[in-house]
C-alpha cells in the first residue's frame, strides 16, 4: 500500500504539473491513544531516525490522516535543532505565523470543490441544484462541505468514525449539513470524530455508517481512508441520481468498484487529481519558505483555483479526446509528464 501510494503522489504532482515528485511514508500508531507529550516525542524520535534520509530539498513531510500543524512543527523544529539552522521548507502543513502558508488546512477540500464545479458545468447542472454526500468528517471533508455550500450546493450527509463506539455512524440532515454548525467548538475533535449531542442539538439524524453511501444526491464524495468503496457495497449507491463521483480521498475504491462506476457512466473526478489542493499548497508553502516572503490567503486559493482548474479540464479534454474513462485520462497526462522528465535526465532512453 505504501509502494501504491508513493507512486499515486508522483502522479499527483504531475498530473497538476507542479515540479515535485513523490513519496509516501508513514508512522504504524493510533494517534487516538497517544498523549499531546507521547505524540511531540514520536514526532521528533521519527525525525532522529531519517533525518540523513530527508531535507528541503531532498525529501519534504506533509500532513496526512492523524497528523495537524502541530505535529508538523515539532518536526521541523527536531530538524532545525539537528541541523544547526532553520530549515522551515523541511515540512510543510505547519501553522501559520512559524512558516505555515494561509490556505494550507482548507486545501485539499476546496481544490475538490474546483474540480466538482467544473464537473458540474460540464454536466450542465447548475451548483445551487448540487446536493452532496460526503465520507468523512476529518480535515479534507470538513472544507468540502464548507467550499461545496458556499458555492450554494447543500450536503445531507457526512460520516465519521467514533473511536469510543469503535464504529463509524452517519450523520444526516436533509435541509443541509450547515458548516458553520459542524466547525463550531465542540462538533468535531481534532481526529475528525462528531460529538452525538452536538448533532442531535443541530437536528442531524444519526444513522449506520454506511448511510451515505445510498443518499439521493448528485454528488458523493468519499473523503476519508481508502478502501471504502467495494465491489460489496458499491450497488448501494443510487445510481438513478449520482452523477459526480469525487475521490477526495487516497484510493476510496477498488478495483471492482470502479468497473462499476465506469459502467453506470458516472463522472469520476480520480483521486490524484481530485486531491492534489493539499500538495498543491504544500508546494506553495515551500516556496513561500525559501523566499522568506508569505501570500495573503486570497492569493494563495486563487492560485490553487488556477492550477485545480486547469488541471481537471485537460484531464477531462482528453478524456473526451481519447473516448476513454477520466481516471485513465489523468494517467495518461501524468505518467506522459513523468517520462518526459526521466527521459530528459537520461534516465531511459527515448523511443525511435
Known amino acids: 500500500m505504501v509502494k501504491q501510494l508513493a507512486m499515486m503522489m508522483a502522479w499527483k504532482c504531475a498530473v497538476v504539473d507542479i515540479p515535485l515528485g513523490g513519496g509516501k511514508g508513514g508512522i504504524v500508531v493510533d494517534p487516538r491513544k497517544l498523549t499531546d507529550r507521547e505524540t511531540e516525542r514520536l514526532c521528533r524520535g521519527w525525525v532522529r531516525k531519517v533525518y540523513d534520509l530527508v531535507g528541503p530539498e531532498i525529501d519534504v513531510p506533509a500532513p496526512d490522516v492523524g497528523t495537524n500543524p502541530q505535529d508538523m512543527l515539532w518536526i521541523m523544529d527536531e530538524y532545525d535543532v539537528i541541523n544547526r539552522n532553520r530549515k522551515p521548507g523541511f515540512v510543510t502543513g ?73 464504529k463509524a455512524y452517519t450523520y444526516s440532515c436533509e435541509k443541509g449539513i450547515n458548516p458553520e454548525d459542524l466547525l463550531a467548538p465542540g462538533t468535531l475533535d481534532k481526529f475528525g470524530t462528531i460529538d452525538p449531542e452536538k448533532a442531535k442539538s443541530f437536528g442531524w439524524t444519526k444513522e449506520d455508517g454506511d448511510a451515505w453511501l445510498s443518499k439521493k444526491v448528485n454528488v458523493l464524495i468519499p473523503a476519508a481512508l481508502g478502501q471504502a468503496v467495494t465491489q460489496d457495497n458499491v450497488n448501494e449507491i443510487n445510481f438513478d441520481t449520482v452523477k459526480i463521483y469525487a475521490e477526495a480521498a487516497n484510493t476510496p475504491t477498488t478495483l471492482e468498484a470502479d468497473e462499476v462506476l465506469k459502467a453506470k457512466g458516472v463522472y469520476m473526478i480520480p483521486d490524484f487529481l481530485c486531491n492534489a489542493g493539499g500538495v498543491t499548497v504544500s508546494y506553495f508553502e515551500q516556496v513561500q519558505n525559501n523566499m522568506n516572503y508569505y501570500w495573503p490567503k486570497d492569493e494563495v486559493l486563487e492560485k490553487l483555483d488556477n492550477i485545480m482548474t486547469n488541471a481537471f479540464n485537460a484531464v477531462a479534454d482528453l478524456a473526451i479526446e481519447e473516448k476513454c474513462f477520466t481516471r485513465d485520462a489523468a494517467y495518461l497526462i501524468a505518467i506522459q509528464r513523468v517520462a518526459k522528465a526521466v527521459e530528459g535526465r537520461g534516465w531511459v532512453k527515448p523511443k525511435k
Open 94 to 166: 505547519k501553522a501559520v505565523g512559524v512558516g505555515g502558508s494561509l490556505g494550507r488546512t482548507e486545501a485539499t477540500g476546496y481544490g475538490a470543490v474546483y474540480c466538482i464545479r467544473e464537473a458540474l458545468k460540464r454536466l450542465g447542472i447548475d451548483f445551487k441544484d448540487a446536493t452532496a454526500s460526503i465520507q468523512g468528517a476529518g480535515n479534507v471533508a470538513q472544507y468540502t462541505c464548507e467550499k461545496f455550500v458556499q458555492y450554494g450546493g447543500k450536503v445531507v450527509a457526512m460520516s465519521c468514525w467514533d473511536s469510543k463506539d469503535k
